[in-house]
């Protein structure tokens, strides 16, 4: 790189001009001649820039495959199997069925020592929580404002239930997920915190503490969980982690965490009710315990695309290092750029 | 179609016509916004904006708060509506102060004070000494007991030199005071300030009340200033809007460049896309729906939906892509121009010290024009050459004078002939002094100083005075010479004007000592020769002129004759007659005096030198190695045209260059010539040698007329034309015939008779020269000096292009670059036409996010403007348009779908599973984005200033401060998202990754072009940068190399190369293919021959 000091030294007779105030940057800038950095893309800044995002990438990628790995987690989709085989033909009446109970055991086998705090998610698969329906319905000012505030029409079609407005209205809210878990080892109950999960901030500004729900869940069409009326929306953890709309369709929610270490080879025991309809458009439904690391969860992405981006970086840093040597381009020859521009030069 | 002006008679005219209140606004208060409104809706992209903001209102469609196309929206209008009103006000204001001025007007034989907006036709105003004319008057007396007054025009056509008016002689001696009755009949109001054709009657009680003619000369215009006259009044005859400056005054059309054109046709490509994305995208959501939607219970669609049902998804996503047209373009690309236009304004370089003028931008929108120009039709006379007129030789009855001392004046043949009175010598040089229209001014030193309308006077009438014949004063008709200390006197009994056509002016004097009439004449020898006695031999006399011409110099024939008394008053009234007409005065006045100049005793020639001006030669030399076909036309004649361009290295002198010569009086000779140039110019154009051809006024017409398919042919294929004798007009026609061929044509001329060819031309140029300012009005730019063309065009123009060729396509970049992700998100969200952006941030991305690190990009500069000037041929990349075509748009387009590609894939996986909020995502996908383009800039920015790393920089500081503002508001839709995100050690090891995986393989592309397959912009950058000698423009020529090195040049010059400039792809795009040949020509000269010929004709556009 050089430092330009500007042009104004220009050809011939137009040297005089008129005597420049050559310091005053606003002059400068008039003439265009602000002294400007213009950087080459030299081989060795180039070789350099890429062997340099080589040597950063490939050790920030093993940092986070390593960071990933080191999450311990154990997937259980439970969906199919917590159907009982005479309903194995019809999951949509089994689910829709009132009448039996939905209860169902799932054993999980820690593969390796889990450290505390373990998370819980439920995860959906195929379900599309960023369908534009869905994720209109819903009315942020009746969140936090209750009944007080009834302009709720971007909620339809969940709006009003035998003439009165539903709160929390739409349709986030009236397919809240229900499945519920508890946790045990051995013959203990594992104690599962289930404050906390959501964010503070949703808590605190988003979702009212003096809006209680109402007319929930009282229509003809049920649709998911419902809400206890006498607990402030505010305290609805649930019903907020939910509301945190989702942007993939497929996404993992937090139920609650376990608080103290597992081991390995140890079982846990999950109870689990199977109470959210998943069977009539073919999504799935897990349960994921998972511990956390610096970078999150059990992801290796990052670690892999660090390292596949660092080793093309190198590789190409190499190939442009061959060529560099094979084919010694000298720069800034102007015997490259002869003119033989036929009737122009001549 | 005439109007009648009662002189002094309110109630005969009192409403007939309008009052003299100017008015130059563009609306009123009332019609402001709707008018502003009109217009700015009536382009096709606020159309298309405002649909898109209606659409918008739909609730049901909307993927986002209306406000994030509104808010731009109305932001945008109300730039341009402000602008708008504030020049609108301004001018508002300049007309008030100029409608309130007080004026004098006299009524009743008293003088008024009252305000210049209340003057009426046929009043009488009074203006003293500098007071500026209010409405176009008719004179009807002066403080001067001659009638004379004299009056500054500078304001009107830009000359400076004051002009003399005379009051109509049926006024001559009347107290103005007591003048109240008469009328004038003039014509209805037009533009041409050089006509007046009307009459004067004055009522009784004046004895005198036969119809008077007046013409221009009895007239004071408004705007005009009186100047050296103590006071002057006269009669309106047009007021306010309808004077003959008001009527002049039409706003120019707007001219639109070949960048702006290629703009709007990307931009209806990218709407086609637009189209085509919606509908497919449209169809898949409604599929989508049907098959998989009515299935997923939680989103609860109705079984029975409304009529419009099937349209709802199409038209979310045309509302989605809606952003695919950046609405910011407008707004940027008037801004970065109207800078270029300051940058023009304020180039130092570009300052003329001599005359103290800068150059000047009129038209702020043309720049990149410039940069594009391909033929540049230049003037001669005050363009090429200074205009500064100095009496070199002459010829006196076949005597040459200033042969050996290249000087006449010091010429002592010429002196000793003077002193001792030789007959010819004594009129040749009365002639010289008296044939004129010069006012000579003595200053109280006693000393004369000369003004005239035409140098070519004032240097015969200077010579004449170093020649003891001195012109000492003009009292009205009474012209008095001093030769050798004795005084003569001759009255001026009638002035034979010059006009173009003529070629001539002449005047009839009568010698008040001895009462003889003469008459006295000079002119171009085609028009005074022919005239001469034919008892008198010519030869030495058109031996002289060609003599003179070869040189260079401007001749003039000067003749005379002695007149009959009766010959001249028989004559005299049919002159007067003709002189009053109504209708097609100037050409029957013509024709008068064509009845009396003949006959003539030719008495010698004069030869005039007009030098070029400094750094002419080097200006077309550089402009030609630009690949720019210069055509020189003129209206002097052909051998002092060639002589000059020759000198000006227009054409190169023999056996380099060769002339062609089109000639012929008839159609048939002028046929026979042009075939036959024709032929040899194909012929030759594969040598390396200079052709020009070289044709006449007369042949140029019969060619245009009958012939102008071969002529066009002829015109396409020649590198450097010459055209002498032509008139205004024919040189607006040789502007057009280019033009319509689709070439950039740029005109250049500094006089009168150049407006015309500046105004047909896609650029303008004046230069504000000795022949007044009339040009420069008329022209997109004026500079002082020809030299500053250079600089011009290949700096100025130059970069306009490249700047405005990155801006373009960086704004549909990054429009597309959003946009593709939202298309992208509607394949996992159930193409729903979900918008993964919220409303802040899409209606901040293309406002505030990426628009400012664009502008910068008006300051970049791709080489040093030393460079440029030093290899000039490096103009040919604006010109063929390689930064700015279908193919280069392309590299843009795949590249904003690759960042798009490598944006949502991340985003996507790096926030999985239990971060897969859509609030936090979302911004992790702007972030991504506004990190790519401001590399991309970074990237394409080839010289960093201070203000490129602030722009560049500082908006990525700038984009985190906004968000983090933003996410303190609970109601703003990302509520903690940003504070949230730039906790995660994960977001910022997710934006390292997309930056290094997008901008990786970008950086590598460019690089290995860069290196291995270097464009000549690149090959001059490494030269300039990495310092080594840059080579002068002498070394830059192909020399002797040895076989080997000289391979791989040509190879990478060939026909193949013709391609690598900016993208891959470049080819034989539509916009290519035309200009393939058109500036192609320097580069394939070989190839394109065959081509050229055959294909000529159908890219002609009036064939």
Redesign the interface.
């Known amino acids: 790189?050089?430092e330009?000091g500007g042009?104004?030294?220009?050809?011939?007779?137009?040297a005089?001009?008129?005597p420049?105030r050559q310091s005053n940057t606003l002059y400068l800038?008039?003439?265009?001649s602000?002294?400007?950095?213009?950087?080459?893309?030299?081989?060795a800044w180039?070789i350099t820039?890429?062997f340099l995002?080589g040597a950063?990438?490939i050790p920030?990628g093993l940092l986070?495959l390593d960071a990933s790995r080191s999450v311990v987690e154990i997937t259980d989709r439970y969906d199919t199997d917590c159907i009982p085989p005479p309903f194995k033909s019809n999951k949509v009446a089994y689910i829709k069925d009132s009448s039996i109970s939905k209860n169902c055991s799932r054993f999980l086998k820690v593969p390796k020592h889990m450290k505390a705090p373990i998370?819980i998610?439920y995860?959906l698969d195929n379900?599309?929580?960023?369908?534009?329906?869905?994720?209109k319905s819903r009315s942020?000012k009746q969140l936090l404002h209750g009944l007080k505030y009834n302009s709720t029409s971007?909620c339809k079609?969940?709006e009003y239930n035998n003439g009165l407005p539903i709160v929390p209205c739409g349709?986030i809210a009236?397919?809240l997920f229900n499945d519920t878990y508890s946790f045990s080892r051995g013959t203990a109950a594992l104690k599962v915190n289930r404050k906390d999960i959501s964010?503070k901030?949703d808590r605190d500004?988003?979702f009212g503490k003096q809006v209680y729900p109402f007319n929930f869940q009282n229509g003809s069409l049920i649709?998911?969980g419902s809400l206890d009326p006498n607990v402030p929306l505010s305290d609805q953890e649930d019903l907020i982690v939910w509301m945190?709309?989702?942007?993939?369709?497929?996404?993992?929610?937090?139920y609650g965490r376990i608080e103290e270490d597992l081991d390995a080879d140890d079982v846990v025991v999950v109870d689990v009710s199977n109470n959210y309809?998943t069977y009539?458009?073919?999504g799935k439904k897990k349960l994921v315990l998972s511990t956390s690391s610096?970078?999150?969860?059990k992801?290796d992405?990052?670690g892999m695309?660090?390292l596949s981006?660092g080793s093309?970086?190198i590789l190409?840093s190499l190939i442009?290092l061959l060529?560099h040597v094979k084919?010694p381009?000298p720069?800034?020859?102007?015997?490259?750029?002869?003119?033989?521009?036929?009737?122009?030069?001549? | 179609m005439k109007r009648y002006v009662y002189i002094n008679d309110d109630e005969l005219s009192q409403d007939l016509y309008c009052d003299n209140r100017i008015s130059n606004t563009k609306y009123t208060i009332l019609n402001f916004l709707p008018k502003n409104l009109w217009e700015q809706f009536s382009r096709f992209m606020n159309q298309y904006f405002l649909l898109i903001a209606c659409l918008q209102l739909w609730?049901l469609i909307t993927?986002v708060n209306p406000a994030s196309t509104w808010g731009p929206l109305i932001f945008i209008f109300a730039v341009s509506a402000t602008k708008e009103g504030w020049d609108d006000y301004n001018r508002y204001l300049s007309d008030k102060k100029a409608n309130e001025k007080e004026v004098w007007v006299v009524k009743q034989g008293i003088k008024k004070h009252i305000q210049a907006q209340d003057i009426r036709v046929g009043n009488i105003v009074w203006l003293r000494e500098n007071d500026e004319v209010p409405c176009d008057l008719v004179l009807v007396g002066t403080s001067d007991l001659q009638g004379l007054c004299y009056v500054e025009t500078s304001a009107l056509d830009g000359e400076t030199d004051l002009k003399t008016r005379v009051i109509p002689h049926a006024c001559m001696g009347i107290d103005f005071e007591l003048l109240h009755k008469g009328v004038i009949e003039c014509p209805n109001p037009d533009k041409d300030i050089r006509r007046f054709d009307a009459n004067l009657r004055l009522f009784p009680p004046f004895i005198d009340n036969d119809l008077c003619p007046l013409t221009i000369k009895n007239t004071i215009l408004q705007s005009c200033y009186l100047r050296n006259t103590e006071w002057a009044c006269g009669v309106a005859v047009y007021t306010g809007n309808e004077t003959k400056l008001g009527m002049s005054r039409g706003v120019p059309e707007p001219k639109l460049t070949a960048v702006d054109m290629m703009i709007d046709k990307l931009t209806g490509a990218i709407f086609i896309f637009q189209i085509v994305v919606v509908i497919v995208l449209g169809i898949a959501g409604n599929v989508w729906k049907d098959t998989?939607?009515r299935?997923?219970?939680?989103?609860?669609?109705?079984n029975e939906g409304p009529w419009y049902e099937l349209l709802v998804i199409p038209l979310?996503f045309e509302l989605l892509c809606s952003i695919m047209i950046p609405i910011s373009i407008k707004v940027s690309l008037d801004l970065v121009k109207s800078l270029y236009a300051?940058?023009i304004d304020?180039?130092?370089?570009m300052?003329d010290?001599e005359t103290g003028t800068r150059a000047n931008a009129a038209n702020t929108a043309i720049s990149e024009d410039l940069g594009q120009v391909e033929y540049i039709l230049t003037d001669k006379t005050g363009t090429l050459t200074e205009n500064k007129m100095v009496f070199k030789r002459c010829c006196i009855g076949g005597i040459f004078y200033g042969n050996e001392t290249g000087d006449a004046l010091k010429d002592l043949e010429l002196l000793d002939a003077v002193v001792s009175g030789s007959p010819d010598v004594v009129r040749f040089l009365t002639v010289m002094a008296l044939c004129n229209t010069v006012i000579p001014i003595r200053s109280k030193s006693g000393s004369i100083s000369y003004k005239a309308q035409s140098q070519d006077e004032e240097a015969l009438v200077r010579a004449a005075a170093c020649l003891h014949m001195i012109f000492v004063n003009k009292n009205a008709n009474i012209l008095e010479i001093n030769y050798n200390g004795t005084m003569a006197q001759y009255e001026v009994l009638d002035t034979l004007e010059f006009t173009s056509d003529r070629k001539r002016m002449s005047v009839v004097v009568k010698d008040c000592k001895s009462g003889k009439i003469i008459l006295l004449s000079k002119g171009a020898d085609e028009a005074i020769l022919p005239c001469a006695n034919p008892g008198q031999q010519t030869r030495s006399f058109s031996e002289a002129v060609d003599q003179y011409a070869q040189l260079g110099l401007r001749t003039l024939c000067l003749a005379w004759r002695v007149l009959e008394e009766d010959e001249y008053q028989e004559w005299s009234l049919i002159f007067k007659e003709a002189n009053s007409s109504l209708v097609d005065r100037e050409w029957r006045v013509a024709e008068v005096c064509q009845r009396l100049e003949h006959g003539f005793e030719i008495l010698g020639v004069a030869a005039i030198e007009d030098r070029l001006q400094?750094?002419v030669p080097?200006t077309i030399t550089t402009l030609?190695?630009a690949?720019i076909n210069f055509w020189m036309l003129t209206g002097d004649k052909q051998n002092t045209a060639l002589q000059i361009a020759l000198s000006c290295n227009l054409v190169s002198p023999e056996p380099?260059g060769q002339l062609l010569l089109i000639n012929g009086k008839t159609d048939d000779e002028v046929c026979r010539s042009l075939e036959r140039v024709l032929l040899t110019m194909r012929t030759t154009n594969s040598e390396?040698?200079?052709v020009a051809f070289v044709i006449d006024g007369w042949a140029l017409e019969i060619a245009l007329r009958h012939y102008r398919k071969t002529f066009t042919e002829l015109a396409l294929l020649s590198?450097t034309a010459i055209c002498c004798r032509v008139t205004p007009s024919q040189k607006a026609q040789l502007v057009y015939i280019i033009k319509s061929c689709e070439y950039k044509t740029l005109a250049i001329g500094d006089g009168g008779n150049d407006v015309r060819m500046i105004q047909q031309a896609d650029i303008g140029v004046g230069i504000s020269g000795r022949e007044g300012l009339q040009a420069a009005r008329a022209a997109d730019y004026s500079i002082g000096k020809f030299?500053?063309l250079k600089?011009l065009i290949l700096v100025h123009g130059r970069?306009s292009y490249n700047r405005t060729a990155f801006l373009s396509q960086y704004s549909f970049y990054k429009s597309l670059l959003i946009c593709f992700i939202q298309i992208f998100?509607s394949f996992?969200?159930?193409v729903?036409?979900?918008s993964?952006f919220n409303s802040v941030s899409l209606m901040a991305y293309n406002t505030f996010y990426t628009s400012i690190p664009v502008l910068v990009s008006a300051?970049d500069?791709d080489l040093?403007?030393?460079t440029v000037?030093?290899?000039p041929?490096i103009l040919?990349y604006c010109q063929a348009g390689r930064l700015l075509n279908p193919s280069t748009f392309a590299g843009w387009f795949g590249r904003s779908l690759f960042h798009a590609i490598v944006v949502f894939l991340?985003t996507?996986?790096?926030?999985?599973?239990?971060?897969?909020?859509?609030?936090e995502?979302?911004m992790v996908a702007l972030s991504g984005c506004i990190w790519l383009q401001a590399f991309v800039v970074a990237l394409e920015t080839?010289?960093?200033?201070?203000?490129?790393h602030l722009a560049i920089w500082g908006n990525l500081a700038g984009f985190y401060i906004i968000n983090w503002i933003v996410s303190t508001l609970?109601?703003s839709g990302m509520?903690?998202i940003m504070f949230r995100l730039c906790r995660?050690?994960?977001y910022w090891?997710?934006m390292?990754?997309m930056v290094?995986?997008g901008m990786?393989p970008v950086?590598?592309l460019?690089?290995f072009r860069?290196?291995?397959r270097?464009s000549?912009i690149n090959?001059?950058?490494?030269?300039?940068?990495?310092?080594?000698p840059?080579?002068t423009l002498g070394?830059?020529?192909?020399?002797p190399?040895s076989l080997e090195?000289e391979a791989?040049?040509?190879l990478?010059?060939q026909p193949k190369n013709r391609s690598p400039v900016h993208e891959p792809l470049l080819s034989d795009s539509p916009n290519t293919t035309r200009r393939s040949f058109g500036s192609g020509?320097?580069?394939d000269?070989?190839q394109s021959q065959s081509r050229l010929s055959s294909s000529y004709s159908r890219n002609c556009k009036d064939n």
């Not at chain 1, 945190?244 to 937090?254: E, M």
């Not at chain 2, 090959?1019 to 080594?1028: K, P, W």
């Not at chain 2, 070394?1035 to 020399?1039: A, R, S």
């Open positions: 790189m050089d330009d042009s104004s030294s220009a050809v011939g007779i137009e005089q001009s008129i420049p800038f008039t003439q265009q602000l002294p400007a950095c213009k950087p080459v893309l030299t081989p180039v820039i890429y995002i950063i990438c920030v986070s998370y998610y995860q379900y599309y929580q960023n369908h534009r329906r869905y994720v942020d971007s079609p969940e349709l009236w397919s964010w901030s500004h988003k649709g998911g945190r709309t989702a942007a993939l369709p497929s996404f993992r929610k937090l309809n009539s458009f073919g610096w970078l999150g969860g992801n992405f990052l695309a660090y981006v093309s970086s190409l442009f060529l084919n381009r720069y800034g020859d102007t015997n490259y750029s002869s003119w033989n521009w036929k009737g122009v030069s001549s | 609730p993927p998989e939607a299935k997923q219970w939680y989103v609860q669609y109705p979310r300051k940058f304020w180039d130092c370089e300052f010290i400094d750094g080097e030609r190695k690949g380099k390396p040698k200079d590198r030299r500053f600089r970069y998100f996992i969200s159930g729903s036409g979900t993964l300051l500069k040093s403007e030393r000037m030093q290899h041929q040919f991340i996507i996986h790096a926030y999985a599973y239990e971060r897969s909020e859509m609030e995502m979302s080839n010289s960093f200033t201070v203000l490129q609970p109601s509520h903690t995660q050690p994960s090891t997710t390292f990754l290094a995986a990786g950086l590598a460019k690089y860069y290196t291995y270097s000549k090959i001059l950058q490494q030269a300039e940068r990495l310092g080594g840059i080579l070394n830059i020529e192909p020399q190399r090195k791989t040049p040509l990478l010059i020509t320097p580069f000269f070989f």
